[in-house]
């Protein structure tokens, strides 16, 4: 069992708060935390909607399916039962004992507005991602607040360990990472596009054309961390581009696909607002596009593209329990200046973040880095270039490179 970061987080959470939300993709692990956080010590009872009874009892009489349950309670899939969410608010507003409710679910809160609107000011939500490579390894890393704190302490073993693309390639989903061979965790990855699909995008739609789904997905993750443009989408899926834009909604609304949205200041300076599209798990994206880890290592172009995407969702991951709660998005202006990932925190500070497959950075690495430090002006904070070499080395007073390894080797 893989001990999560979000631990900690979520048990603050549950001391103060009525109704605690954890959602994110199938099979990241969301009923296992739950589970753990009764086994020490948190008095709830555990229920899910996948019981075939109590998911009759949750559908058919939502009012008397919560009013049965006597004490703090864990609500696995609760999606499956919607209408649960007006009766929770019910109870809540009786009676605002913390860690009331623990609800899990497959479904982003955004795509159930039931929720939402019912449970606001009552609930705190939290995602659990695909595993961090610092969990995986046993570690609470944390690049996010050290590149915020102290970038200059950033610092990494003389030990490398397993290589970043063989990571790509696994992913952080727990059975794949579990899994010993490419074949045996890609023919996971075949139920698994097939489950999600089938079950959960059914359950938050009516999809006619739900075969043109894996359609999509392997076109995006051709075009991993690249700026979302609907109109050349919808040319080569020869889909409308409204029924593209819902099946992308769908596809965001379970946690496969992410969109990473343009950062801008109103400064009078062209800024290029598409957001990118990524894919939420590295193995996912190496699935979709039949690749291994041999053939990553040879094509270096699409390395490249999915090693973007693989880094920006490792640090999306860990801003779920870094203290800095920035916001993450990308930089691009008409110039062709651009900077991969710039996470703004609360008081407006920014961070770059440049994403390198190559063993060796120069300055020009930096262009990019130096074009948004100007724009961005004293709120700049630090810029750093993540490449595939060993040695971390300054440019500037606030510009250095480091290895990728420093996403799970970074402790704050």
Same mark, same amino acid.
């Given at each position: 069992?893989?001990?999560?970061?979000?631990?900690?987080?979520?048990?603050?959470?549950?001391?103060?708060?009525?109704?605690?939300?954890?959602?994110?993709?199938?099979?990241?692990?969301?009923?296992?935390? @739950?589970?753990?956080?009764?086994?020490?010590?948190?008095?709830?009872?555990?229920?899910?909607?996948?019981? !075939?009874?109590?998911?009759?009892? @949750?559908?058919?009489?939502?009012?008397?399916?919560?009013?049965?349950?006597?004490?703090?309670?864990?609500?696995?899939? =609760?999606?499956?039962?919607?209408?649960?969410?007006?009766?929770?608010?019910?109870?809540?507003?009786?009676?605002?004992?913390? $860690?009331?409710?623990?609800?899990?679910?497959?479904?982003?809160?955004?795509?159930? &507005?039931?929720?939402?609107?019912?449970?606001? #000011?009552?609930?705190?939500?939290?995602?659990?991602?695909?595993?961090?490579?610092?969990?995986?390894?046993?570690?609470?890393?944390?690049?996010?607040?050290?590149?915020? %704190?102290?970038?200059?302490?950033? /610092?990494?073993?003389?030990? &490398?360990?397993?290589?970043?693309?063989?990571?790509?390639? %696994?992913? #952080?989903?727990?059975?794949?990472?579990?899994?010993?061979?490419? !074949?045996?965790?890609?023919?996971?990855?075949?139920?698994?596009?097939?489950?999600?699909?089938?079950?959960?995008?059914?359950?938050?739609?009516?999809?006619?054309?739900?075969?043109?789904?894996?359609?999509?997905? %392997?076109?995006?993750?051709?075009?991993?961390?690249?700026?979302?443009?609907?109109?050349? +989408?919808?040319?080569?899926?020869?889909?409308?581009?409204?029924?593209?834009?819902?099946?992308?909604?769908?596809?965001?609304?379970?946690?496969?696909?992410?969109?990473?949205?343009?950062?801008?200041?109103?400064?009078?300076?062209?800024?290029?607002?598409?957001?990118?599209?990524?894919?939420?798990?590295?193995?996912?994206?190496?699935?979709?596009?039949?690749?291994?880890?041999?053939?990553?290592?040879?094509?270096?172009? +699409?390395?490249?593209?999915?090693?973007? /995407?693989?880094?920006?969702?490792?640090?999306?991951?860990?801003?779920? =329990?870094?203290?800095?709660?920035?916001?993450?998005?990308?930089?691009?202006?008409? !110039?062709?200046?651009?900077?991969?990932?710039?996470?703004?925190?609360?008081?407006? $500070?920014?961070?770059?973040?440049?994403?390198?497959?190559?063993?060796?950075?120069?300055?020009?690495?930096?262009?990019?880095?130096?074009?948004? @430090?100007?724009?961005?002006?004293?709120?700049?904070?630090?810029?750093?270039?993540?490449?595939?070499?060993?040695?971390?080395?300054?440019?500037?007073?606030?510009?250095?490179?480091?290895?990728?390894? !420093?996403?799970?080797?970074?402790?704050?």
């Amino acid at each position: 069992m893989y001990a999560r970061n979000l631990m900690p987080r979520l048990l603050d959470a549950l001391a103060d708060t009525p109704v605690v939300l954890i959602h994110g993709a199938r099979q990241t692990g969301k009923s296992t935390l @739950a589970k753990r956080v009764i086994e020490d010590g948190h008095p709830a009872r555990y229920l899910s909607l996948d019981d !075939a009874s109590l998911f009759e009892a @949750a559908t058919g009489d939502p009012a008397g399916f919560i009013s049965g349950l006597d004490g703090p309670v864990v609500i696995d899939e =609760w999606q499956r039962a919607p209408d649960i969410a007006r009766v929770i608010k019910q109870h809540v507003d009786a009676d605002r004992q913390p $860690g009331r409710f623990l609800l899990t679910g497959s479904a982003s809160a955004l795509a159930l &507005p039931e929720l939402a609107d019912a449970l606001a #000011g009552r609930m705190e939500i939290m995602t659990l991602w695909p595993l961090s490579q610092g969990e995986i390894e046993g570690r609470r890393d944390n690049l996010v607040d050290v590149l915020f %704190r102290c970038p200059t302490s950033l /610092g990494v073993s003389s030990k &490398p360990g397993e290589g970043v693309v063989t990571r790509l390639a %696994r992913g #952080g989903f727990p059975v794949a990472v579990d899994r010993l061979s490419t !074949a045996r965790r890609h023919a996971w990855f075949d139920s698994y596009i097939t489950s999600v699909l089938q079950r959960n995008v059914r359950d938050l739609a009516n999809i006619e054309r739900l075969a043109d789904m894996p359609r999509i997905l %392997r076109l995006l993750a051709a075009r991993s961390a690249t700026l979302l443009n609907y109109a050349e +989408l919808s040319s080569l899926l020869a889909i409308p581009q409204q029924t593209l834009k819902r099946y992308l909604g769908l596809l965001k609304a379970v946690f496969l696909v992410q969109l990473l949205p343009a950062w801008s200041r109103n400064r009078g300076r062209r800024l290029t607002k598409a957001p990118k599209v990524i894919l939420s798990d590295g193995g996912l994206g190496c699935f979709l596009l039949g690749v291994d880890e041999k053939r990553l290592a040879q094509d270096r172009v +699409l390395l490249g593209s999915l090693l973007e /995407g693989f880094v920006i969702m490792e640090i999306i991951k860990q801003l779920g =329990w870094s203290d800095t709660r920035a916001t993450p998005m990308h930089f691009r202006d008409h !110039a062709g200046n651009e900077v991969d990932l710039v996470l703004e925190a609360p008081d407006g $500070g920014v961070v770059g973040v440049e994403i390198k497959a190559s063993a060796s950075v120069g300055s020009s690495d930096f262009k990019g880095l130096r074009s948004f @430090a100007t724009l961005a002006g004293s709120d700049f904070r630090h810029g750093v270039v993540l490449y595939t070499g060993d040695e971390v080395v300054s440019f500037a007073e606030n510009l250095q490179a480091a290895p990728i390894r !420093a996403l799970w080797e970074a402790e704050g």
